[in-house]
């Protein structure tokens, strides 16, 4: 009976994928786009670094803090106006990727720029001291340093996007989530409550081992 009602499911189920990875590899490929460089930002912009600027550091700081400390369903209400203004809707894929988008700018952000406060002072000072010039350094000794840190921060990224997706389903976002809440949840069907999170579980685990092994293939120590 449960294998039947699985096989009968696997249409929607398909779908459901889908339509979590179209929002997930939106959000996760602006993240990157925008967030490694916020995260560099963010430190080069420190006291006793060579773009130190007291006054935009603090800035930075305190809109990565607001967005960060808003529990994800709260922020996808909220910017249910910017959503609208962008895709023209508020329900589908597309409308959740706007929201998750929002919330991994500054996650990423954060964990980038915790990853480039463990390179030794050491080799940036080495770096001045033989002339090399910020923008040099940054990309020959602090990104070079920091790609491991790097890589789980994404990891850790794509992780909490698809865990936040699945609250997304919530509000018409679709996917997964809303697969669970609809078919599973609202129907009593735990068949589908069970398959969506042995799927996820499994995503997760092959995501985490895949961001590992890539992270100690950058590590150079």
Known sequence: MWLDRIIDILPELAKALGETGLMVGISLSLAILFGIPLGVLLFVTDKGLFFENRTL?????????????????????????????LVRTTIGPGAAAVSLTVA?????????????????????????????????IIV???LPEALPGIIQGVTLT????????????????????????????YRYDNVIMLTTIVVLIVIVQLIQATGNRFARIADKR
């Open 57 to 85: 550091r603090s800035v930075l700081d305190f809109v990565v803090n607001i967005v960060r400390s808003l529990p994800f369903i709260i922020l996808l209400v909220a910017l249910i106006p910017l959503t609208n203004l």
């Open 104 to 136: 991994a700018i500054p996650f990423l952000a954060r964990l980038v720029e915790t990853s480039l406060r463990e390179v030794p002072p050491g080799l940036i000072e080495a770096a001045e001291a033989c002339g090399a010039r910020p923008l040099r």
């Open 140 to 142: 020959s000794v602090l």
């Open 158 to 185: 794509l992780i909490s996007l698809i865990g936040f997706s699945a609250m997304a389903g919530i509000v018409g976002g679709g996917g997964v989530g809303d697969l669970a809440i609809r078919f599973g949840y």
